[in-house]
């Protein structure tokens, strides 16, 4: 089934305890593989391991599409595709391993199998969860937001749905949860509680298809779904996160180890060392396309979008599976050459990189620097993430995971405290560089343990109910509110002398909060004490999450009945994005009167073009101006929450003046004359 690799080596435990020596392939069932599995899977036979060729070299590559996806998002649109890589190694190989524990021992010993695994997982999630927790409650801000509930998620292998049930969205970087990445971990290890079972169900069948079958049709259901529910204009974070939208990759993982175990069981002759050629070119042919059309996919799918659903990723998951079995064939060359330095270095490590990255990159952008807000700013936070995650990871890999793994949670924490107090006395009678470094890496595991224990437990108890961003719009709401009660109580408001269609008067000298009527979304609400202060009276009508299209809709109803004011500000470019034939419609309702277009400011892949489409529009049509507030608030401190995208009180007078200067520049001799293609 899969190539072979003999070979003696020796382990030394860093902490001190005795090395392990064994031979790759025939190693005694109480010592350890050295390959690594992951980043969210790992070794889990007890029995005799051969060493699956390719598979770190491939577990690196997915690791880096993911870390550009998340540092570098605009060089590569697709990345978020490592995962679902990950998802067809981690299927295969957990399944081969218990079908090779079947094929040895007749039963899966499943205490056993759900100890590895807890084994591998668990100690260095906790330290990921203990560091940042702590890290981000010295930061401060919105990182600590829910945070009760992510740790208890992660812990509990059930983030996945704790997201998709507080609302989460996976494609919005402007709100993102400390502990995101955890998601594909959670849908991992609710597979693998199952997948043992599913497998001693299915080894009662004859024949290697009829065994694969039911698991290929569970994997065909998992991607049918996926792409009915983006048919029906699901939520696409839900389609994203669910366990049973999401779970193809991992099913036709082990359907296909199913399809490739060895034949003759335990008792099977040992593969050949080296395949022929015709092998050898059907496996890199395969193995080429596969990573081939991956790379495609990276670079051309857009995260979220119909395609991505409807196609996207499981064309992507038979690519990757299409290189596992290439690689993993007995004696090829490819197999060989994804494993080649540094490659197998970052595969090992792909568990801990991945764990690591996600948090770190919220900490470090909400740390900031002198680069904040200027243009290098994502690609110094991004640059400094990813040293800081392969330093960590790397150690997190050598003094937390490798001793846990192979010697268990309490001999690990036994040895630990043995070999604490063999350095001590070592620094005694023979100091040296080396007892030195084990001393200080021991005392700094103990202190890290000791400080982020308690001031984990200070941030949960202390995270704010609320975002920043969230704290903005409901002061906005509030204060919306208190305007619509004030119209119903107070005098009725004089409506506009004219109707729907109907020709709007000259433009006042100066307009007024009084002749202005508004329309936009949650960026608009958490300006609107300032909107209201600078232009006194003005009418505003403002919603969470509200697009172009339903603007326009806003829009047409106020104009028919006759509330719509001389004078239109419209802020609807932050939630998707605008076309030319949807302003065409915007200006069609409106009449004849002016429109103020208010830009939209974010860190959202739609917002540049949103922005480009509105000031060439505002070029080219008589009595339409834009309001720069992109340009007025990039770069102040302090005026945006959190989420870089809605005003606190100083950036609400900062986005009131945009539109106050935008309506001088709409009473201008030059836009007065005419000096634009006239309106339709």
Known sequence: MSGVTLRSCQIRCPLGCQNLTYTSGVAPQSRRPQTEISPVSSPSSPAPTARFAGLDGLRAIAVALVLVYHLFPTLLPGGFLGVDVFFAISGFLITSLLLRELNQHGKIRLVAFWRRRARRLLPALA??????????????????????????????????WLFIANGADYFARDTPELFRNTWSLSIEEQFYILLPLLLLALWRLRGR??????????AILSATLMANLSLEGANPTRIY?????????????AAVAFLFQPS?????????????PARQIIATAVAAAGLATLAWLSVTLIEGSPASFQGGFQLATVAALAVVVAVTRPGVWVGSALDVQPLRWV????????????????????????????????????????????????????????????????AAIR??????????????????????????????????????IPATAYAVATAPQQSSAALAIARGQAALDQQRHDAKSGAKEKAPPHGKGA???????????????????SVMLASLPELSSGLPGIQVDAA?????????????DLAAEGKLREVLVVGLGTNGPVDAEELDSLLEAAGTRPIVLINAHGERDWIPGVNQTLAAYAQTHRGVVMADWNGAVTGVPDALADDGIHPNPSGGDIYAGAVEKALKELQSPREALGYKVPRR
């Open 264 to 276: 003759g069981g335990g008792n099977s002759k040992p593969a050949p060392t080296q395949a022929g």
């Open 503 to 521: 020709e709007t008067p000259e433009p006042s000298a100066t307009f007024e909060g009084r002749n202005i009527s508004a329309v936009g979304d």
């Open 415 to 452: 040895g630990f405290f043995g070999a604490f107090r063999k350095v001590g006395a070592q620094s005694e009678t023979r100091p040296g560089v080396l007892a030195r470094g084990r001393q200080i890496w021991l005392f700094g595991l103990t202190a890290a343990l000791v400080v982020t």
């Open 209 to 218: 298809v009829t065994q694969a079958l039911p698991l290929i049709a569970l």
């Open 127 to 160: 330290l990921v969860l203990l560091v940042c927790t702590t890290l981000a409650l010295l930061v401060g801000g919105d990182l600590l937001f829910g945070i009760g509930s992510q740790i208890t998620g992660a812990a509990l292998f059930m983030s996945n």
């Open 241 to 253: 996160f669910g366990s049973d939208t999401h779970t193809f990759g991992l099913l036709l993982g």
């Open 544 to 556: 969470v999450s509200r697009g172009l299209g339903v603007g326009v809709e806003v829009v047409s």
């Open 347 to 410: 595969g090992e490590r792909s568990y801990g990189i991945y764990l690591w990255h996600w948090p770190l990159l919220l900490i470090i952008a909400g740390i900031g620097g002198p680069w904040r807000g200027s243009p290098a700013d994502g690609w110094v936070v991004g640059g400094i993430t990813l040293v800081a995650t392969f330093g960590i990871a790397a150690l997190s890999y050598r003094f937390v995971e490798q001793p846990v793994r192979r010697l268990g949670i309490r």
